[in-house]
């Protein structure tokens, strides 16, 4: 069967550099698949899970975003932050979210924290979805 090579990059290392079966992330347009013989194209990615197979298992990562290439069967994600959600520490992801919560409540849309702490809110409630996914 053929395969992908994927490559998840953050500005610290490379998380991941292997052969996948399938690749989900969240693109800016929607979220995008790619199989083995995907046309090319290149992407920003959202906030979001990036999801992938390899020989039926699969893999969630936490992301703040970033960028994507497909380019002859190879996926390459330059990508802000990332991490695998059985590395997330799910008590300090919903320690995060509840501050972010209780810190949106007494704020509104014009106040410049509010996006701050809507981006933090996010991105714990990700952090959270990918751990429980991967298992923990």
């Known amino acids: 069967m053929e ?8 500005p610290l290392r490379l998380l991941v550099d292997e052969e996948v079966d399938i690749v989900e992330a ?3 347009e929607g979220e995008f698949g790619v199989l083995p ?4 194209f ?10 992938y197979v390899t020989d039926g298992k699969n893999h969630f990562i936490a992301t703040s975003g970033g960028f994507a290439e497909v380019v002859d069967n ?8 990332a991490e695998f959600g059985e590395d ?3 008590e300090r992801a919903q320690k995060a979210k509840e501050r972010a919560e209780m810190a949106l409540k007494g704020l509104t849309i014009d106040e410049a924290e509010y996006h701050v702490l809507q981006a933090a ?16």
Do not use: F, W, Y
Request: glycine share 8%; aromatic share 0%.
């Open 26 to 28: 969240p693109g800016t």
């Open 37 to 40: 013989g995907h046309v090319p």
């Open 121 to 136: 809110l996010i991105r714990a409630i990700i952090r959270i979805s990918a751990a429980s996914r991967s298992g923990q």
């Open 42 to 51: 290149l992407t920003t990615l959202e906030h979001g899970e990036i999801h």
């Open 74 to 81: 190879k996926v390459t994600m330059l990508c802000n932050t």
């Open 3 to 10: 395969k992908l090579r994927l490559e998840i990059v953050t």
């Open 88 to 90: 997330i520490d799910v």
